[in-house]
């Protein structure tokens, strides 16, 4: 007999400083499934361009999309559900994110550039630093919002969180 439950493959995305991570562990809990960090994807050498503040490029960021496809992709061979916050930023990286069965959907976290600068520089933990805020908000490609659940980074995780979810389950 089949599971009846069916899985989900989730990205949160947006630049850096939105919440992703934040939203994304959220959100994996809510649905009880696996939530991976694109971060901890990245090679090393990704890791030490951002640290001096140098942003990547689109050859920087190929292989690293592709560790990630493959992530999504076992996930979806298991049965399992994945939710991956990654900024996503750009329409060809979301593409390469595409699982060649199965559809991603995508929660995208926006919000003014104030608060995003705001909130990077009181966080202590994170290798990227708010230097390059402008870089990633340069090249990001906003979805259309048929392409993906806008949400403002103004309102609270718990809501965010929950708008998320619901927009997940009703678009299973």
């Not at 939203?23 to 696996?34: E, H, K, V, W, Y």
């Not at 990001?140 to 708008?163: F, G, K, Q, S």
Request: aromatic share 6%; net charge negative.
């Amino acid at each position: 007999m089949s599971d009846p439950t069916p899985t989900h493959a989730i990205v949160v995305m947006g630049v850096c400083g939105t919440g992703k991570s934040t939203i994304g562990r959220g959100l994996a809990q809510g649905l009880d499934c696996t939530y991976a960090d694109a971060d901890d994807y990245h090679p090393e050498a990704n890791v030490a361009k951002m640290r001096v503040g140098i942003a990547l490029n689109d050859e920087d960021r190929e292989p690293w999309l592709d560790r990630l496809r493959q992530l999504i992709e076992q996930h979806q061979a298991d049965g399992q559900s994945i939710v991956l916050a990654c900024s996503a930023l750009r329409e060809i990286y979301r593409e390469r994110l595409q699982p060649v069965s199965g559809k991603l959907r995508f929660i995208f976290l926006c919000g003014d550039r104030d608060l995003l600068a705001e909130r990077m520089a009181a966080r202590t933990d994170h290798y990227m630093p708010s230097t390059l805020l402008d870089s990633q908000l340069a090249t990001l490609e906003v979805p259309a919002p048929r392409d993906a659940l806008w949400c403002d980074v103004a309102d609270t995780p718990e809501t965010i969180i929950a708008n998320a979810h619901r927009y997940v389950i009703e678009s299973a």
